[in-house]
């Protein structure tokens, strides 16, 4: 099955930009998708299609895909980012949804 | 606006079966490309894709928990049914439905979550 590899932890100092990769192979031939999750809190979606926002999500939160590996990139990190992100696709070989383990972000 | 909210039991004995009901307003489950899916987070790991259902009641399940699960939709009620047989003290987890867009396989938006706990 397809898997999905995501550091456990970024740290980040506010005002600096964040970067959390998804690796996975070949993932640049996938549509990845990118949900922040606080605790306690339903995941929500902040980058869809590799790099496309929902409406509302700010245009701090971008998205890129190439190679094996996607890369959710936060800039002007913000208190209020500090959370869990996991990135999802779906694996058309196996008709099957993945998510990645997660990672946790934290601003210092 | 689009909402989805689950319930059901939070708390299971070991071997019991899980009913878990995800209510959903703001879309309908007859519109062509839309699905439903259920995700768990176990407490303090990730997320776990569990199956979904299709407008067209075509269903997907996860290969490791095909055996034990079922997915089912009331469409005038707007409901789908997840329901998980022998209930293990390891399927403790936040039970979350969301919106799947079929186009892009994107989940969006969630439900609340439910903690289900399953000890003796």
């Known amino acids: 099955s397809y898997v999905l590899t995501q550091p456990p932890s970024v740290s980040v100092a506010p005002g600096q930009t964040a970067r959390i990769s998804c690796g996975g192979k070949?993932?640049?031939?996938?549509?990845v998708h990118w949900y922040k999750q606080k605790p306690g809190q339903a995941p929500v979606l902040v980058v869809y299609?590799?790099?496309d926002r929902p409406s509302g999500i700010p245009e701090r939160f971008s998205g890129s895909n190439s190679g094996n590996t996607a890369t959710l990139t936060i800039s002007r990190v913000e208190a209020g980012d500090e959370a869990d992100y996991h990135c999802q696709l779906w694996d058309a070989t196996t008709d099957l949804w993945v998510f990645g383990g997660g990672t946790k972000l934290t601003v210092l | 606006q689009i909402t989805l909210k689950e319930s059901g039991p939070t708390v299971l004995k070991p071997t019991q079966t899980l009913t878990m009901t995800c209510t959903f307003s703001g879309f309908s489950l007859t519109t062509g490309g839309v699905g439903v899916g259920w995700i768990r987070q176990p407490p303090g790991k990730a997320l776990e894709w569990l199956g979904l259902?299709?407008?067209?009641?075509?269903?997907r399940y996860s290969p490791s928990l095909k055996s034990r699960l079922s997915i089912t939709k009331d469409t005038s009620k707007n409901q789908v049914v997840l329901t998980m047989t022998g209930m293990d003290p390891v399927d403790t987890a936040t039970y979350f439905c969301?919106?799947?867009?079929?186009?892009?396989?994107?989940?969006?938006?969630w439900g609340q979550g439910t903690l289900v706990t399953v000890s003796s």
């Open positions: 070949n993932i640049q031939n996938r549509n």
């Open positions: 259902i299709y407008w067209n009641d075509d269903k």
């Open positions: 969301a919106r799947l867009h079929v186009l892009s396989n994107r989940f969006d938006p």
């Open positions: 299609d590799d790099s």
